[in-house]
Nanobody, 124 residues
Framework: DVQLQASGGGVVQPGGSMKLSCTAS????????MTWLRQAPGKRSEWISI???????????YYKDSVKGRFTISRDDAKNTLYLQMDRLEPDDTAVYYC??????????????RGRGTLVTVSS
């Protein structure tokens, strides 16, 4: 069975940092471009960061403007794990964060595989 398990969410103060992890199994992780998406309360989901597979793009990374310079996506293909380092967090970053296999869609349903999300709350 395919599984994508995101973890590392919780409550953090504005200006703080948090690192999310996403462990994959059941598919060829190293050959997939991977995406982090989020869905804030009452809003549509949006992709926020992408990392290419090594065959596709040598682990090139892309970011939505709203997180560029604050978030860093990375992957460890040996561990089948995707990461999202989030720094200088803002209240508007409060959302459920999802990892997904594939790229290009703001829709949670637009991916080959998607895990359950992890809630990040930025609040003082």
């Amino acid at each position: 069975d395919v599984q994508l398990q995101a973890s590392g969410g919780g409550v953090v103060q504005p200006g703080g940092s948090m690192k999310l992890s996403c462990t994959a199994s059941g598919f060829n992780f190293r050959n997939y471009d991977m995406t982090w998406l989020r869905q804030a309360p009452g809003k549509r989901s949006e992709w926020i960061s992408i990392i290419n597979s090594y065959p596709t793009g040598r682990h090139a990374t892309y970011y939505k403007d709203s997180v560029k310079g604050r978030f860093t996506i990375s992957r460890d293909d040996a561990k089948n794990t995707l990461y999202l380092q989030m720094d200088r967090l803002e209240p508007d970053d409060t959302a459920v964060y999802y990892c997904a296999a594939g790229i290009g869609s703001d829709s949670l349903d637009g991916y080959d595989y998607r895990g359950r999300g992890t809630l990040v709350t930025v609040s003082s």
